[in-house]
């Protein structure tokens, strides 16, 4: 089998910016000598029929090695107890592999159907042939063609040959969703076994054949970079085999274990030049924040005109820190430098960044960098970052050998990359009867995007087309965007902004309820009652979706019920990611500080492929929004960050955990995504119910600042 050049795989018609691949590669002209049948690159059933379903998204937790899956399997018509899953590294074949945006299900879910229906169709059509007889009179059934009226079969195994030498379809016709046999069951996720046993090869586990390990020195402060260092104690540590510099602000210590390493660098001589910002703390940075809300924003959506509403006017402002992603697997690589190319082992999101900045970083071209995709301990944004796989690349390649590069917890906390602080001001302009004639959100916050090189259009940060949506409808609304800058170091976290402006927005709507003296349930669904669609740049959201996981959730939770004394709800809803999503907290008072009893979630997904693990998504992404409503802040001090561990910067402990239920909308809209549309509803509706119980309302985030 010869590999497609780049420009025949262009040539070949792929849809690489969806992720279809269909007609890449097939293995025309060779019908025997075992070959596999390729019909497109997220698929391989071999003559042993063996049935290989290619994952080109990372795994972190979230299940993709086991939805994605279900999803070819499901119009293969496989047998699920056959399928074996192959995850791709770094690839020109898939198009964009960023696992992030809950992204994986959604832009994957017509690819990898009709790449499991186009292999179907022609098996059953190589079965046909094999036999002599009409192809309509056969059929695929749970990894085989049968043929009825003569009662013969054939294993997809056994048909790979001849399918082989058939042309690709295409127009497949797509199952139903009333004939799914295996997207929409609880079926147990493929990878856990492998967790379970102790089997699984997370990022920090993989080891090489005389491997070194590393650890780097980086300036503390933000922007810093190294003037000096004498290196003269750390190589007297035992073990120690290499002290050098890697970039401006960074030196690589290299020894025969982590210890060791972390030792060589303890003693390390640096002098750091602190640069501009080492004056920096977080109060200027917010009032920095504050001051900018008095600019003209640029517009994310508008309808009428909320600056000529008379009425009576409600006005509130709401404030964010950063935040840290804080995974449990801090962040670690391995690379092996040979000269003309490098291999390299990451836990990432972003393989195919992985592969250009290591090559960019080390002199090669991107085609000789090979990256692999290992399991991580948690992702939230963090690992769509590449800085740790470029430093393994750039340590290797100054030892000449393989190393693992390995952030400690303090690493990662100080070092990392953060959710932008936010400021919000926020005014609503009500009617004789209490409902908002105007709405209005100003939206200050720095752009990650445009930190990151990449500014959008107009001003307006591209995350902000998924994340900052209003999902009611208002006869007067303006909600717009003041971009600020920062030197703190910006990324990519779990919801992004959808947090921020799900706090604000949805704090606000109580506070809007309570002034007009009505229900904040009953309010909401005033605001949703009428069936409207609301255009938010390229996304249509629908009142009647949003109204009825609204509900759900409220019902499910006995809202309007009785609850054990000195209990309280809140209620919050929210659209990111084109999911709809909303949250009942039942929470009480003690010693001054809530104490969460219960969260109930609702969720409008579209399709669900598996509801085990759209689940376990609700439950995690609950988990992870208490501890950033509750404690998560991270500050700034003569350029620094100040935490450090789970210490000072404390995640929720397993005895703090409420119980948690997910319910979710029965659909066959096509699916949207799910890891991160829990986060946003939470913190406000945490909030709302602590107002319920205190009467005192909660403007800025963490709650237990």
Known sequence: MSPLSRREFIAAGVAAGAGLVIGFYLPH????????????????????????????????????????????????EADWKQIQIEQAGASTLFGDQTTGGSASVRTTWDPMRKAGAAAREMLISAAALEWGVARASCKAENGAVLHPPSKRSATYGELTNKAATLPIPTDVPLKQAKDYKIVGKPLPRLDTPAKVNGTAEFGIDFRLPEMKFAVVARCPVMGGKVASFDDKDAKKVSGVSYVGKIADSSIAVVADSVWCATEGRRVLQVNWDEGANKDLNTAAIMESLRQAATKKGVPLYSVGDATKTAGRRIEATYELPFMAHAPMEPGNATAYFQGSKCEIWAPTQVPQDVRDSAAAAIGLDPENVKVNVTLMGGGFGRRLEHDYGVEAAQVSKAINGPVKVIWT???????????????????????????????????????????????????????????????????????????????????WMRSVYALQVGFANEC???????????????????????????????????????????????????????????????IACFGCFGTYMAEVVELSIEQDQPKIHRVVGAIDCGQVV??????????????????????????????????????????????????????????????TGAGEPPIPPLAPAICNAMYAATKKRIRALPILS
Do not use: C
Request: no cysteine; aromatic share 8%.
């Open 409 to 491: 917890r303090e690493d990662d906390m100080r070092n990392s990359t953060y959710r932008p602080a936010s400021y919000h001001k926020l005014s609503a302009v009500l009617d004789g009867s209490g409902w908002p004639a105007a709405f209005s959100h100003h939206l200050v916050a720095p752009s990650i995007s445009a930190q990151k090189g990449q500014p959008g259009e107009g001003g307006v940060d591209p995350d902000l087309k998924d994340e900052a949506a209003l999902i009611y409808s208002f006869p007067n609304a303006l909600v717009d965007y003041i971009q600020t800058e920062t030197p703190v170091p910006l990324g």
């Open 29 to 76: 002209g060779s019908n025997g000598g075992g070959e596999e049948f390729s019909p497109n690159a997220y698929l391989k059933i071999t003559p042993e029929n063996k049935v290989i379903v290619v994952v080109a998204r990372s795994e972190m937790g979230q299940g993709v090695r086991t939805s994605l899956p279900m999803i070819l399997a499901e119009e293969l």
């Open 610 to 671: 598996n509801p085990n693990i759209l689940e376990q998504q609700i439950q995690g992404g609950v988990i992870y929004g208490l501890t950033n409503a509750l404690r998560a802040k991270i500050t700034v001090e003569k350029g620094r960050i100040v935490q450090g561990n789970f210490d000072d910067y404390a995640p929720l402990r397993m005895n703090e955990i409420p119980a948690v239920e997910a319910h979710f909308v029965e659909s066959t809209e096509a699916p």
């Open 508 to 570: 606000f709507i109580d506070e809007l309820a309570t002034a007009a003296g009505k229900d904040p349930l009953a309010y909401r669904l005033h605001l949703l009652a009428k069936d409207e669609d609301i255009k938010y740049f390229d996304t249509i959201w629908r009142t009647a979706r949003m109204r009825g996981v609204l509900q759900l959730a409220a019902d499910k939770a006995g809202w309007g019920k009785p609850l054990p004394a000195g209990h309280y709800h809140g």
